[in-house]
């Protein structure tokens, strides 16, 4: 057996460093994925956490694994996963916010969509059709929310006196943003592992009350905050925002393929910015393709960034104009979703 004493586990390790999870976008190491690992000469074990329960990834990490192995001179590998059906990281804290009913996800698959206007604009429709609303602003390094609720740059939350931080409130919604803890105008530089836990303090260091819905501004993509969200609490739903073009199609898929994988119900998808800039009616093609609701257009209009950047929502702003109404409408769409099941 000397001539595979080379085969350490240590060096299967190393090697599974190299294999990243094709959902959750990290080395399986990192994500805690490996339970065990066993070498007996140049065969090597493995027990692994399944990320997704989804058989393609399943097959996919198999293949991925003996590939670095073989490389390494392993000659049999036999990879034997757990049945739990969940993130590997921290899986028992997965569960309900108390006093939250449902966290609502507003996600999309790229940046400058309008995510977080839509976000916002949910929020304060929700609110006005007569629920308990908070808004979290989970995009850490370009957190906007602030700005769009007018609150002013040096507000800082409150502690509570059971040492929670308390949301502040504006327009009737209870808000969050790692703006309310940086300085204005300085980028806020956050390592991963902090990152992580920023989204963690949020959701449930933060007083939130009683609320009907949380809606959480997800940054763009698929990464850190994505994943750490439905880590530590149960996402009721997403809602994902595209603009018409057809150019926007890998995107979602991405996105709506990530909110698959992590049993996250996709609520549909919102059309931002219809009308003769960027045209109109992917969004509900899109919807057609992936088979999920088409929630609602909204026109691309100047008003609606200037509502945003004065800090009264157009949903305030113009509580009878058209884009109030597609607004209400579409928080009517979600409202429906979550009372059909009560
Ligand atoms: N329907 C719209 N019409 C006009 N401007 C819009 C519309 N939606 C968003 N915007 C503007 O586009 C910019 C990007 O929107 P934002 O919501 O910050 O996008 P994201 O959160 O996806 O990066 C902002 O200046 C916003 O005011
Ligand atoms: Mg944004």
Redesign the pocket.
């Known amino acids: 057996m000397s001539t595979f004493s080379h085969i350490t586990r240590e060096k299967v390790t190393e090697c599974l460093r190299r294999v990243h999870d094709p959902v959750l976008k990290k080395d399986i190491i990192t994500l805690g994925l490996v339970r065990e690992i066993s070498v007996e000469g140049a065969h090597v074990f493995l027990h692994m956490e399944d990320a997704s329960g989804d058989a393609t990834v399943r097959g996919t990490l198999k293949v991925l694994i003996e590939r670095v192995l073989q490389e390494a001179g392993v000659t049999g590998v036999e990879v034997h996963f757990s049945e739990k059906a969940r993130c590997g990281i921290e899986s028992g804290v997965l569960g309900p916010l108390s006093g939250v009913k449902h966290v609502i996800a507003v996600s999309?698959g790229k940046?400058?969509?309008?995510?977080?206007?839509?976000a916002v604009n949910l929020a304060l429709a929700l609110r006005k059709l007569g629920s308990r609303v908070g808004l979290m602003d989970g995009?850490i390094y370009g957190p906007?929310i602030p700005i769009m609720l007018g609150i002013p740059a040096d507000r800082c939350p409150e502690g509570s006196e059971a040492g929670k931080i308390l949301p502040i409130e504006a327009h009737g919604v209870k808000a969050i943003s790692i703006g309310f803890f940086a300085d204005a105008g300085k980028p806020v530089i956050w390592r991963g592992p902090m990152l992580h836990k920023t989204v963690q303090e949020f959701l449930h260091r933060v007083d939130w009350g009683e609320l009907d819905f949380l809606v959480v501004?997800l940054p763009?993509g698929t990464g850190d905050v994505q994943l750490s969200l439905v880590q530590w609490v149960r996402v009721a739903g997403a809602v994902v925002?595209t603009t018409p073009q057809e150019v926007a199609l890998a995107d979602v898929r991405r996105a709506i393929n990530m909110f698959r994988q992590l049993e996250v119900p996709v609520l549909g998808i919102v059309e931002?910015?219809t009308g003769p800039v960027f045209g109109r009616g992917g969004g509900e093609r899109m919807a057609k393709d992936f088979d999920v609701r088409f929630l609602g257009d909204?026109?691309?209009?100047?008003q609606?960034?200037e509502c945003?950047?004065s800090g009264i929502p157009v949903v305030l702003e113009q509580p009878q104009g058209p884009v109030s109404k597609r607004f209400l409408q579409i928080a009517n769409s979600v409202r429906q979703v979550f009372h059909k099941k009560h």
């Open positions: 999309s940046g400058g969509v309008g995510k977080s206007t839509v995009d906007n501004d763009p925002v931002n910015m909204i026109p691309l209009d100047a609606i960034r945003g950047d």
